[in-house]
């Protein structure tokens, strides 16, 4: 069948931007659908763009008056003709109004239904229908708890004691740490909650707040969903996100470390009959907290496409993005995923995904925009790479620091560990400080490499960027002050432009009075006859 | 929104580096005796402002003494076991296109070959040096070279400037690009160590710039809402 017949689009408007765009907008050319890019002023000459089909302007590069305007994309969705809207992650990819305006505009939301994004983007309510459905929550409060009352003061500090510390305060609308105290008694509960209460409203527009303990240590593992029309939700397998730096994946995998058959299918059939109850549809994520006992504590859903949704396809075999859009298209959830989540809980490769950003280690993960001089990214074997990026390219302060994944498939995971490794070897980045040399570290962390130390915290605790610098540092000195002796002293030069001499590479440097010369091979120079002065 | 902490990149004022513009790092200052006593090819090797931690070293090498010797057979070159601070070390340098260059070191007896990026040398005509960007296991790190000569020299001058140079101004630049979203000083004004001096917001974080040492607020580079760049000159300590 050709791709044309079978398509579920014929065009498709791609809502975002960066590697995400780019990833989205492959599929849609593999199942032959045509791409509608959107654009800020920013990203005028961004690979999405070039790559699309037709690319639309939204506006200047703040993302609320760009990727941020429900109107702008709607409208540009509608004026090109598109059928469908694929929203990434980020941006209005879990904006309830953003998936309402695109269905109400007679076009195809590829993503959970607008109810199922509001019923679980309220934690609280996500809680309330995970314990419905007997799948334990992080111990905690189920309603909002109040905090400008001071009479119910004593009631919140007496559920407090229940709930236990240290705990945390935790925004019901809330993502990314945002809304988030952490309180270690009773006698800063009320404060907590106030604050937290406050920088929720000012980030999302609602101040409800509500406890849950710390769980420390724990790992996060994740469950990958894919649900259709017909109300089938089913688990594509695990992916254990534990490395964070303050609630910002690092690393991820799947499968799971450790886990056992038995405990995988426990964790997969959870999730779905979570997802089922919630009414889910397309493709989300389920979060949970994996304690040193063994219990697994359900902590939110994403109703969206994940940054590390590679690692899943890698290990399944199923293109999720595809797959949306078969779903969104009214299709069933087809053989492949409904074979490959039957084999979800025996897991026969191991995939890891780097998130390669533009933030410096040494400087506690300070962003690092700027042009990128050089960029070669890693290739054979077990590789994908994701990414928008090329040589020359700016990298802009004004959107998300993420610039490529890269991501191995291998036999399992310690091989997965030796072809990250060789991998980064090949990695050449040049112009801006990226997370590169953070994961080079962790690849060779012994509680990271058997799998013994995996840990939300593990980051925030024991990364010292500085002092994993310093022995780099000295040999960059080293290479850069030889570099200067050679162009010094070589025959063929003088001076500083001595750099800015190209190549070297098998080149015969005579000089033109014949006193000396030399022949540099493969980089070396193999004779000097004269030293210089 | 989340905030994380910065220090800005620090340059002491008054320590004589500034010099006149125009010199090359081929020679020493106009109308200065090179040292007679040190290889002419040595070099000083500084981490650059823009990408200097608290505590970099920094490092003088020379070619090795002997040109005529032989390693297993092979023709010495002038970077083949340099003498770095003083001491030859087992490193060997070898350059390929493009700014590749493979550097060979010893690591407790095993060979170490690190595959290095060494970018092309651009010229800092206000400092007379020339910084190159090297890209060692990831990490960018732009590294100063200046002949040893000079380097000397140069602190030769600042030492008989007397003791009061560290007491100089403290000049804050700007490590990272974006927008300046709130000042939290005013000239004239005294700050602690630590203090947060302003904000910069980028990448959808608000960067909290704090004072590197204890002063004064002499002069502000920067006022709200203004972009900035790196390298920007942000608020001057006395």
């Known amino acids: ?533 | 929104m989340s905030v994380r902490r910065v220090a800005g990149a620090v340059t002491a004022g008054g320590d004589g580096r500034s010099g006149p513009g125009g010199e090359t790092i081929a020679g020493p200052l106009p109308g200065e005796t090179p040292a007679r006593d040190v290889d002419a090819r040595a070099v000083r090797a500084t981490i650059a402002a823009a990408t200097r931690l608290e505590g970099d070293p920094s490092m003088t090498i020379e070619p090795p003494p002997d040109p005529t010797r032989t390693l297993a057979g092979r023709e010495v070159l002038p970077t083949d076991e340099p003498i770095v601070d003083g001491e030859q070390v087992a490193a060997r340098l070898e350059r390929f296109d493009d700014g590749r260059v493979r550097l060979t070191l010893d690591d407790h007896g095993e060979p170490l070959s690190l595959a290095i990026v060494v970018g092309e040398a651009r010229a800092d005509r206000a400092r007379g040096t020339v910084v190159r960007e090297v890209v060692v296991r990831g990490w960018r790190i732009e590294v100063e070279v200046e002949p040893e000569r000079r380097a000397l020299l140069r602190e030769r001058a600042r030492r008989g400037a007397g003791a009061q140079a560290h007491e100089g101004p403290l000049e804050v630049h700007a490590i990272i690009p974006g927008r300046v979203v709130a000042v939290s000083v005013k000239p004239g004004e005294s700050v602690e160590a630590g203090q947060q001096l302003l904000v910069v917001e980028a990448m959808k974080m608000q960067n909290e710039l704090r004072a590197p040492r204890e002063g004064t607020i002499e002069r502000l580079g920067v006022e709200a809402g203004q972009t900035i760049e790196v390298g920007d000159l942000l608020v001057v300590i006395t």
């Open chain 1, 1 to 533: 069948m050709s791709a044309t017949a079978d398509r579920p689009f014929r065009r498709v408007l791609v809502a975002n931007r960066g590697e995400i765009a780019v990833r989205i907008i492959r599929a849609c050319h593999e199942m032959g659908m045509e791409a509608v890019a959107v654009y800020s002023d920013a990203d005028r000459m961004a690979t999405h763009v070039r790559l699309a089909d037709h690319a639309v302007r939204l506006g200047p590069p703040p993302p609320g008056e760009s990727y941020l305007r429900i109107d702008a994309v709607v409208d540009a969705a509608v004026s090109t003709g598109a059928e469908a809207v694929h929203p990434g992650y980020g941006f209005l990819s879990e904006r309830e109004a953003f998936a309402r305006a695109v269905e109400d505009s007679g076009l195809a939301w590829v993503g959970p239904p607008p109810a199922a994004i509001a019923a679980l983007g309220d934690k609280l309510a996500a809680r309330r229908t995970a314990a419905s459905v007997k799948v334990p929550c992080v111990p905690g409060t189920l309603e909002p708890a109040p905090v400008d009352r001071p009479d119910e003061v004593d009631a919140i500090v007496r559920v407090a004691r229940d709930v236990g510390y240290p705990l945390l305060v935790k925004a019901a609308a809330g993502g990314g740490g945002r809304g988030m105290r952490r309180v270690l008694s009773p006698d800063e509960l009320p404060a907590a909650l106030l604050a937290g209460s406050r920088e929720a409203a000012s980030a999302f527009g609602d101040g409800s707040v509500y406890l849950e303990r710390e769980i420390m240590p724990a790992r996060h593992i994740e469950v990958q969903l894919l649900g259709d029309a017909e109300g089938t939700v089913v688990a594509l397998g695990e992916r254990d996100c534990s490395t964070q730096r303050r609630h910002q994946k690092l690393i991820e995998e799947a499968p799971a470390p450790g886990l056992s058959e038995a405990d995988r299918r426990r964790l997969h059939r959870m999730a779905e009959r979570l997802g089922a109850a919630a009414g889910l549809r397309n493709a989300a994520t389920c979060e949970f907290l994996y304690d040193r006992d063994g219990s697994f504590w359900f902590l939110e859903v994403n109703t969206r496409l994940q940054v590390e949704h590679p690692v899943t396809e890698l290990v399944s075999g199923v293109d999720i993005v595809q797959e949306q859009f078969r779903i969104a298209a009214g299709r069933p959830l087809s053989a492949r995923v409904r074979a490959a989540a039957e084999r979800a809980a025996r897991p026969t490769s191991h995939a890891i995904e780097l998130r390669i950003s533009a933030e410096d280690p040494a400087r506690v993960f300070a962003p690092t925009p700027g042009r990128i001089t050089r960029w070669k990214m890693p290739a054979g074997p077990g590789i994908r790479v994701d990414t928008a990026v090329e040589a020359g390219d700016r990298i802009p302060a004004e959107y998300d620091p993420l610039i490529a994944k890269l991501v191995v498939l291998a036999e399992d995971r310690s091989g997965a560990i030796e072809r990250l490794r060789r991998a980064l070897d090949e990695a050449e980045v040049g112009g801006i400080q990226t997370t590169i040399p953070f994961h080079r570290a962790m690849l060779d962390e012994p509680g990271f490499v058997d799998a013994t130390d995996l840990s939300t915290t593990w980051v925030d605790g024991h990364w010292d960027g500085p002092a994993a610098r310093l022995p780099w540092a000295r040999a960059a000195l080293l290479a850069a002050g030889l570099v200067s002796i050679d162009d010094g002293t070589r025959p063929d030069v003088t001076g500083v432009g001595a750099g800015s001499t190209p190549g070297g590479g098998g080149r015969p440097d005579a000089r033109s009075d014949g006193g000396s010369a030399a022949w540099r091979v493969g980089g070396r120079a193999i004779a000097i006859d004269r030293w210089p002065a």
